[in-house]
């Protein structure tokens, strides 16, 4: 049948389309269908690598198929993600390996290939691109697509054109993805979450109050530990108490965090799908007005460097593995430092860490005239900054870290400095992405 914007269903296993009402497809007989009243009339997607890195790992090794896997180890001896088998039994991402273990001792234990799973994200994001040029990727295994328009390019509904994406990454990457349509990000995004692994899951215009109204706070983009705290403490745990609430009491609480959770709690995310190619490194640096060589006078600028690229990261859904440090001496010579990290991070006190700790060994009594500070090889943000078992006051400097963001995100950026950087003078330091 033709498929129309009023309704219909889509065989995610032979892509026939039927009557919105099917149960399972004429064509093949499958129960696995697609179906909403919205269906053809949705342009934005969200489509997310189920369990990635555990994917890859048993793709490469057949023998792993029927086996739980844990991707994680090294020192820390942290999980870094694990597969769906592992997941029925309890094992999480940032888990110590210990519990993990205790929870599923025949567990098969695997060390992280970044470079193998990045390479794998980039053959995935292209066949996106071969659909749409509109592909926004959040990180190595998930990204935003707007398929408006291409319904002609295609010649079918954009929810046919994704149920074919899934069943040829599929077929020629061997990975499953699992797929959110709706008619914003927000949505997509979310909708992505709700039915995994495989899953294909569409959020309508008609229904979105009342399918956000019975979510938790902590649902909304954006709404971290810090925040969900904080509004549990003034009495609101659920979506459907903000719907109830007047913007401007939400902003005179919140400030623009108020905002955020009055429109995206009535689902409305203006935010459009940004192509753009994969970040390689996001960086801040700033050119000093006097030459530098302390210590004393540099370390409160690398932190204040650090915390904008930690912005940054944050805003972006990015954590990284690397930290560059860049230092330019007074007669022009460029000194670039690197520093692998043993986990993925967000969290400005451990790039300022490796940063200063880079610096330490370039202080020789050379005048600096410029330094800079950047991170990259990324990965994703549900991957970053795990319990730390080495060093036990991680736990309280990251949540101390996250009230000092919530702060900000509250009062504004300057309203709440470390003891690194008050009193230093400001920098004039832009964050740069490439």
Same mark, same amino acid.
């Given at each position: 049948?033709?498929?129309?914007?009023?309704?219909?269903?889509?065989?995610?296993?032979?892509?026939?389309?039927?009557?919105?009402?099917? &149960?399972?497809?004429?064509?093949?007989?499958?129960?696995?269908?697609?179906?909403?009243?919205?269906?053809?009339?949705?342009?934005?997607?969200?489509?997310?690598? *189920?369990?990635?890195?555990?994917?890859?790992?048993?793709?490469?090794?057949?023998?792993?198929?029927?086996?739980?896997?844990?991707?994680?180890?090294?020192?820390?001896?942290?999980?870094?993600?694990?597969?769906?088998?592992?997941?029925?039994?309890?094992?999480?991402?940032?888990?110590?390996?210990?519990?993990?273990?205790?929870?599923?001792?025949?567990?098969?234990?695997?060390?992280?290939?970044? +470079?193998?799973?990045?390479?794998?994200?980039?053959?995935?994001?292209?066949?996106?691109?071969?659909? !749409?040029?509109?592909?926004?990727?959040?990180?190595?295994?998930?990204?935003?697509?707007?398929?408006?328009?291409?319904?002609?390019?295609?010649?079918?509904?954009?929810?046919?054109?994704?149920?074919?994406?899934?069943?040829?990454?599929?077929?020629?990457?061997?990975?499953?993805?699992?797929?959110?349509?709706?008619?914003?990000?927000?949505?997509?995004?979310?909708?992505?979450?709700?039915?995994?692994?495989?899953?294909?899951?569409?959020?309508?215009?008609?229904? !979105?109050?009342?399918?956000?109204?019975?979510?938790?706070?902590?649902?909304?983009?954006?709404?971290?530990?810090?925040?969900?705290?904080?509004?549990?403490? *003034?009495?609101?745990?659920?979506?459907?108490?903000?719907? +109830?609430?007047?913007?401007?009491?939400?902003?005179?609480?919140?400030?623009?965090?108020?905002?955020?959770?009055?429109?995206?709690?009535?689902?409305?995310?203006?935010?459009?799908?940004?192509?753009?190619?994969?970040?390689?490194?996001?960086?801040?640096?700033?050119?000093?007005?006097?030459?530098?060589?302390?210590?004393?006078?540099?370390?409160?600028?690398?932190?204040?460097?650090?915390?904008?690229?930690?912005?940054?990261?944050?805003?972006?859904?990015?954590?990284?593995?690397?930290?560059?440090?860049?230092?330019?001496?007074?007669?022009?010579?460029?000194?670039?430092?690197?520093?692998?990290?043993?986990?993925?991070?967000?969290?400005? *006190?451990?790039?300022?860490?490796?940063?200063?700790?880079?610096?330490?060994?370039?202080?020789?009594?050379?005048?600096?005239?410029?330094?800079?500070?950047?991170?990259?090889?990324?990965?994703?943000?549900?991957?970053?900054?795990?319990?730390?078992?080495?060093?036990?006051?991680?736990?309280?400097?990251?949540?101390?870290?996250?009230?000092?963001?919530?702060?900000?995100?509250?009062?504004?950026?300057?309203?709440?400095?470390?003891?690194?950087?008050?009193?230093?003078?400001?920098?004039?330091?832009?964050? &740069?992405?490439?």
């Amino acid at each position: 049948m033709a498929a129309s914007a009023a309704g219909f269903s889509v065989c995610r296993d032979c892509h026939a389309t039927g009557r919105l009402e099917a &149960r399972r497809c004429t064509a093949c007989g499958s129960p696995r269908l697609a179906a909403h009243p919205e269906l053809g009339s949705l342009p934005i997607a969200h489509l997310d690598c *189920d369990a990635f890195y555990a994917s890859i790992e048993k793709r490469d090794d057949p023998s792993l198929r029927d086996k739980p896997v844990i991707v994680g180890g090294g020192t820390r001896g942290v999980v870094t993600t694990c597969c769906y088998i592992a997941r029925i039994r309890g094992v999480r991402s940032a888990m110590p390996m210990f519990k993990a273990l205790k929870l599923c001792p025949e567990a098969v234990i695997v060390k992280p290939r970044m +470079e193998k799973y990045a390479g794998v994200g980039r053959e995935i994001r292209q066949m996106m691109r071969d659909l !749409t040029p509109l592909v926004e990727p959040l990180s190595i295994d998930e990204a935003f697509m707007d398929l408006s328009g291409t319904e002609l390019l295609h010649g079918e509904p954009s929810a046919v054109t994704l149920v074919k994406l899934a069943a040829r990454i599929e077929a020629e990457i061997g990975v499953s993805v699992s797929i959110g349509l709706s008619h914003n990000k927000f949505l997509a995004k979310m909708a992505s979450d709700l039915e995994k692994p495989r899953g294909f899951s569409v959020i309508g215009r008609s229904e !979105t109050r009342d399918f956000l109204r019975v979510r938790p706070i902590g649902a909304i983009w954006g709404v971290g530990e810090a925040m969900a705290a904080k509004l549990t403490a *003034d009495g609101l745990t659920s979506i459907g108490q903000l719907q +109830e609430m007047d913007e401007g009491e939400l902003m005179r609480r919140y400030g623009a965090m108020g905002m955020r959770l009055s429109r995206l709690s009535r689902g409305i995310d203006t935010r459009t799908v940004e192509p753009r190619g994969e970040a390689k490194s996001i960086s801040a640096e700033t050119t000093f007005d006097t030459d530098l060589y302390r210590m004393d006078d540099l370390v409160p600028v690398l932190r204040r460097l650090s915390e904008k690229v930690s912005a940054r990261l944050k805003a972006t859904d990015l954590a990284a593995t690397g930290v560059t440090l860049k230092l330019k001496t007074a007669d022009f010579k460029l000194r670039t430092r690197q520093r692998k990290l043993q986990d993925p991070t967000r969290l400005a *006190d451990r790039i300022f860490s490796a940063g200063r700790s880079l610096l330490g060994h370039e202080l020789d009594g050379t005048r600096f005239r410029l330094i800079g500070i950047g991170c990259s090889g990324f990965a994703p943000e549900s991957l970053a900054d795990p319990e730390d078992l080495v060093d036990p006051a991680f736990a309280k400097r990251k949540k101390a870290e996250a009230a000092l963001d919530a702060l900000r995100g509250r009062f504004g950026q300057k309203a709440i400095e470390t003891g690194y950087t008050y009193g230093a003078p400001p920098t004039r330091s832009e964050p &740069r992405r490439s």
